[in-house]
């Protein structure tokens, strides 16, 4: 188990339930927690920008990088890699402060791992109708890309056992503020407040 002084939080959920929509939503109330660019080798899409959406790699980058051992996590997901910096993470909760990763379930386990501190959260459409009119709606995959991510919300869907939190992203205001609540709860659990408290008492 990885010591840490910040918190990892993990968000995961099947693709087009709105995870993207949700973390935006929260960093704009919530300048301390600090993001994990991902990297991929998928294409980008329209109106993305790499060092913002994702850090874009070629396959053959990408295997550089998993023998290299740079990522904390990494999976393969309907037909594309995916996987979270190592560096970034370890030293930005080294530094103590709180990190906030969007990946979906493979990695999410991975994590768990190494990090079983870590705070999980797993955000869940209305149903699954609604789940397909949203990735319908982006209008971001090819009809067969669509269908290949709902085949894929199933198994995840059904991982969610996983998780400690599972919110319901039915209004989006309302899921915001239930993971605000999460990352504020977080911080007043005892055994975190206890740790600092003892610590500052040590020095005093
Ligand atoms: N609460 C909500 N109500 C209605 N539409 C929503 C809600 N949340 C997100 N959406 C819409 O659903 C679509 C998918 O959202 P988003 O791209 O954030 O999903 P995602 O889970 O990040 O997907 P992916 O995993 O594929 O990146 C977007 O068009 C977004 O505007
Ligand atoms: N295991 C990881 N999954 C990740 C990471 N970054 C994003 N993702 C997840 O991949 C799917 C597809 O994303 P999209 O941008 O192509 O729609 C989605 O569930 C993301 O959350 C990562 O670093 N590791």
Redesign the pocket.
Known sequence: MIEQKGILFI??????VG??TVRKALFEQDTHLRY?I???T?NM?PGEQDGV??FYKSKEEFERLITQNK?L???S??D?Y???PRDYVEETLEAGHDVF????????L?VKENFPQGVFIFLIPPSLEELKNRIVGRG??TPDLVKN?LNAARD?IEMMDAYDYVVVNDQLDHAVSKIQSIVQGEHCKRERVAKEYKKALEVN
């Open positions: 968000l995961s959920g099947p693709s087009g995870k993207g994990s991902s990297m991929t998928r899409r959406d994702y990522l996590e990494y999976a997901y309907v594309n995916y996987g979270t990763l969007e990946i979906e379930v493979q990695g999410a991975q971001t995959e991510r995840e």
